[in-house]
């Protein structure tokens, strides 16, 4: 019995010590990032050198800490501070790492280009970053956790089915954001910062889409061979009219939406997936495609959204009367003692 007591204080003692103080979380934040990007580099540099359980006992040790850091500092707030997200973000990064590392150690060579072994750790990597920001009430670690679902639902597509070429994936990440959107219309009034980055990462998905289209503005635009494209396996083909319109319709969605909730997020993804579709709905030389379709679109649209903004406006009705048909004047307040009114005090000579 003594045993464990002395094993539990011992054990609240060192979660004591690795709990940060809320005075010096930005500073343990700041030694954090360098910390993590040690030993980031060391997996890198040394990775021919050392053996796989020593990177693998380093990366859990370093995830251990600083992930143990950032779940273990005070929420002051309903939202983390920022220093307990960059501990947050930087534990799940060294916790990835040591989930390759560990698929190496149980047989796979080359863990992210396998779509099994990438298919358990998108998934591990899901269920930690969605378990991190139900209970740190992190926003950022749910959009990480919807990103890495995204990245293991195409990983079982892959390992399950086999998909020649990316016709597949494609609508694979169409269904994805769909439902990343519903999701985030169904928390938008109880967790509006979830819907928010849920929505980041339905147009995460849409670029996913758009960059697996890059293999045809490659060769239309440099003179990169079509037998390159092969060996680096990127995809050649050419986007229907329908991929057009679906990476148009996305992109303009993000930036209203952006716009009408004021959020940067959005907006910014929203545009990256808008100057995706310039750059493949103005490819050159495509048979049977009309020059002047998509850009008559967007004048059209951006036409109409001007015309309905510059609209005459229409003055506001007057104020309806108040009872007896006639405004009611204004009730000015009692005047309090002092002010000259009923409470005033009277003057010397008559009290």
């Known amino acids: ?92 990064l060294l916790g990835l790492a040591a989930l390759v590392r560990l698929a190496q150690v149980l047989g796979a060579g080359a863990p992210l280009t396998t779509a099994g072994s990438r298919m358990w750790i998108a998934l591990v990597v899901a269920i930690g970053a969605a378990w991190v920001a139900r209970t740190r009430r992190s926003a950022f670690c749910a959009l990480v956790a919807a990103v890495a679902a995204i990245v293991a639902v195409l990983a079982f597509v ?48 849409i670029l996913m889409l758009g ?19 092969g060996y680096l396996g990127v995809p050649e083909g050419v986007p229907g009219g329908g991929w057009k319109l679906v990476l148009l319709a996305a992109g303009l969605g993000l930036v209203a939406y952006a716009g009408v909730d004021d959020e940067p997020g959005p907006g910014y993804l929203g545009t990256l997936i808008l100057l995706l579709f310039v750059v493949l709905a103005g490819i050159p030389g495509v048979e049977g495609a009309s020059l002047w379709f998509w850009p008559l679109v967007l004048l059209l649209i951006g036409a109409v959204a001007v015309a309905a903004g510059l609209r005459p406006r229409e003055e506001l009705p007057p104020e309806p009367p108040g009872p007896g048909g006639r405004t009611d004047p204004p009730t000015e307040p009692l005047p309090g003692p002092g002010a000259g009114g009923l409470w005033a005090s009277p003057p010397p000579g008559e009290r």
């Open 1 to 92: 019995m003594a045993d464990a007591n002395d094993v539990r204080a011992l054990t609240r003692r060192g979660l004591a010590a690795l709990t940060p103080h809320p005075h010096r979380g930005d500073l343990i934040a700041a030694g954090a990032v360098p910390l993590a990007l040690g030993v980031l580099l060391v997996n890198v540099r040394l990775d021919a050198t050392w053996g796989t359980g020593i990177f693998l006992v380093l990366d859990a040790l370093a995830c251990g800490l600083v992930l143990g850091m950032g779940l273990l500092a005070p929420l002051e707030r309903e939202r983390p501070r920022a220093y307990q997200q960059v501990l947050l973000i930087a534990g799940l």
């Open 158 to 205: 892959d390992w399950a089915f086999s998909p020649q070429g990316p016709a597949t994936a494609r609508w694979v990440l169409l269904g994805l954001a769909g439902a990343l959107v519903l999701a985030a219309l169904a928390r938008r009034e109880q967790q509006r910062r979830e819907s928010v980055y849920l929505v980041d990462a339905a147009g995460v998905a």
């Open 211 to 229: 960059v697996t289209f890059l293999g045809a503005a490659v060769i239309a635009y440099t003179s990169l061979p079509n037998i390159a494209l």
